[in-house]
């Protein structure tokens, strides 16, 4: 049976060729040619001997997830859509098919949740976008950031969600420092203090709410950690964190959560947490109950924040006329969870 190296982090990739009765410094050599190099046929890894490459071919592949579509946008965003069996398709950077956490205001929330993707197809995607962007800018690692953000909550893959950091950050594969990859998660605490420290980066946390009351509506899993033990598991993650701030994401939905009774609220909550907010307008998808706020509201909301001394930006709506804005998610999804029938379309979004 063949293994697909992608799978392995620099860890477990020498510890496969250990078991091929191989040195470490293949696997390194190995490593350089997937992730800095984007080849894939082994052939093609000129300085590792005939033998091994004979072995490799007859025992492992290097097998990226497909590109279903490449779009780009008239402002210069690029969209992806990553084909991962199954009638399922994800977006870089997603870590599952679907999602679990029914997030009120989510089109893929809404949509259910299929699986978990491994480590090849969540580490795949940046390997298919560094290729492509590779391809146009001819270099070999042209993506400078990565924000996982896309389908899914990477702290519930947690497991395949880590050596896919860890080759993001590792200087044989895609060498990111610690500051350039972020991770957004809604809210697991627990895992957020592992992540702290097994691999820390960048955090995100997706807020959208003041207050438990009305974040229980919104971001359920907020009915498990609620905002008391979400702003004590920020503290933490700081204490190891590459950045000195928590970037918090608050989408901006018209009449639930944009008023300025809720912009002070929130900087109630933060108050012990250094920290900066993106706000977001709400992109809206077919059968949700929310509108966008106006954009003078957001800037007002933005205002309250600002004049507080917190850093506050608005989240430019991109690549809309390719439906790649945040939240108009596209791609395919066999729900596994019975909540919703049919397939969706999820979305995320990728910029040179």
Known sequence: MTVNLLDFDADGLTAWFAEQGEKPFRARQVLRWMHRSGVADFDAMTDIAKSLREKLRARAVVAPPAV??????DDGTRKFLIDVGNGNAVLCISTQAGCALD????????????????????????????????AVH?????????????MGEPLANYENTIPALR????????GLSRRRVTVSTSGLVPAMDRLREDCPVALAVSL????????DELVPINQKYPLRMLMAACQRYLEKAPRDFVTFEYTMMAGINDSDAHARELLA????????????????????PFRRSPMDRVRR???????????????KTRGDDIDAACGQLAGQVQDKTRRTAGRIVPIQEIRP
């Not at 001819?138 to 896309?150: A, C, K, W």
């Not at 080759?167 to 895609?174: E, G, I, Q, R, T």
Request: glycine share 8%; with cysteine; charged share 15%.
């Open 68 to 73: 279903v579509s490449d779009k780009l946008s």
């Open 103 to 134: 997030c009120a205001f989510c089109s893929t929330g809404k949509q259910g949740f299929n699986r978990n993707l491994t480590v090849a197809e969540i580490i795949g995607q940046l390997w298919q976008a560094n290729a492509a962007l590779g």
């Open 138 to 150: 001819g270099d070999e690692r042209v993506i400078s950031n990565v924000v996982m953000m896309g």
């Open 167 to 174: 080759l993001m950050l590792d200087d044989h594969a895609y």
């Open 208 to 215: 959208h709410a003041p207050n438990d009351t009305l974040r």
């Open 269 to 288: 909550l933060v108050r012990d947490v250094p920290c900066k907010f993106n706000l977001i307008p709400f992109n809206p998808f077919p059968g949700s």
């Open 301 to 315: 909301f933005g205002d309250i924040l600002l004049q507080a001394g917190i850093v506050t930006t608005t989240r």
